[in-house]
């Protein structure tokens, strides 16, 4: 059971399902929830997750009664950028997680952001960079601006019009 048709597809190129039915949602947690109710009493449901991850797929089958373990089976940890220390001058920096916000705190724990640009990704990525005390000044998606590649274009005519 996956979260999309493109994880389904991904997981089919590097898995051998010998026999397998592949289900997917279109990327909704509550349609995911439905495909897996259809197999409520024959099926035992393994979740794959890291240790960080949004508690709402798990809530959603808690409170149907599915019948699930968690499986941690990956960590997220920052990445050393030591070797950056000295150089670290960037007119943007755009983030994809919450946890790329925390990395860059754990690696330079007194950034300021003065006139460096922050971008983010999603909701909880946009709310971390607000809890971390940063200005953020492009967020995507939104409804007239559904990628990061049309919000930067969005911000960039804008400001070059000035």
């Keep these: ?16 399902y010998r026999k397998r039915k592949v289900f997917f949602a279109n990327g909704k947690e509550n349609e ?8 409520k009493d024959t099926e035992r449901f393994l ?17 149907v ?20 220390k000295h150089n ?3 007119d943007m920096i755009v983030f994809f997680s919450p946890s790329g916000v925390k990395s860059l705190f754990d690696n330079f724990p ?4 003065n006139t460096t640009r922050i971008a983010a990704f999603g909701k909880t990525t946009a709310k971390a ?15 007239e601006l559904p990628s990061m590649a049309s919000a930067l274009d969005n911000y960039l005519s804008i400001s070059n019009a000035k």
């Excluded at 059971?1 to 051998?16: D, H, M, P, T």
């Excluded at 990956?74 to 950028?81: A, C, E, K, N």
């Excluded at 607000?130 to 995507?140: H, K, N, P, S, W």
């Design 1 to 16: 059971f996956c979260i999309s048709e493109a994880v389904a597809l991904y997981l089919q190129k590097y898995i051998l």
């Design 65 to 84: 009664g599915l019948n699930f373990d968690k499986a941690v089976i990956y960590r997220t940890v920052s990445s050393d950028l030591s070797d950056m």
């Design 32 to 39: 995911l929830v439905d495909l897996m109710l259809k197999h």
């Design 110 to 113: 007194k950034f300021k952001q």
């Design 47 to 63: 979740f794959p997750c890291s240790d960080v991850y949004k508690e709402g797929l798990t809530e959603a089958m808690e409170a």
């Design 129 to 143: 960079v607000q809890e971390y005390g940063l200005r953020l000044d492009i967020e995507a998606p939104l409804p």
């Design 88 to 90: 670290f001058n960037y």
